[in-house]
């Protein structure tokens, strides 16, 4: 059983930065795909970026497109996202999620493409 414990989160300044971790146990971590998506009350989640299984691929969401940046490092089970020049929008609950299989070079981006997913990391941006 895949597991996804997600940190990082917290209180920011507008324009200050944030780095998440999801460390990921159990399964075959470095076979999938890894995404990130967040939720704010009364809103569906969204997606906010993925990563390939090897990282020679990554897509991200227009809105966080040259601010935010995922990684992944499949040695340590470990994916992060790395967000600057944060906005008061981008305060939501942040999650990880792991991707089911994939039969071609498109990136995850829909709930439904992913089989796995943390607890989610709180994000506030203060403006």
């Known amino acids: 059983q895949v597991q996804l414990v997600e940190s990082g989160g917290g209180l920011v300044q507008a324009g200050g930065s944030l780095r998440l971790s999801c460390a990921a146990s159990?399964?075959?971590?470095?076979?999938?795909?890894m995404g990130w998506f967040r939720q704010a009350p009364g809103k569906v989640r969204e997606f906010v970026a993925a990563i390939n299984w090897n990282s020679d691929s990554t897509y991200y969401a227009d809105s966080v497109k040259g601010r935010f940046t995922i990684s992944r490092d499949n040695a340590q089970k470990t994916v992060w996202l790395q967000m600057n020049s944060l906005k008061a929008e981008d305060t939501a609950t942040y999650y990880c999620?792991?991707?089911?299989?994939?039969?071609?070079?498109?990136?995850?981006?829909?709930?439904?493409?992913?089989?796995?997913w943390g607890q989610g990391t709180q994000v506030t941006v203060s403006s």
């Open positions: 999620a792991q991707a089911g299989l994939q039969l071609g070079p498109r990136l995850p981006r829909n709930t439904f493409e992913y089989d796995y």
């Open positions: 159990g399964g075959i971590f470095s076979s999938y795909s």
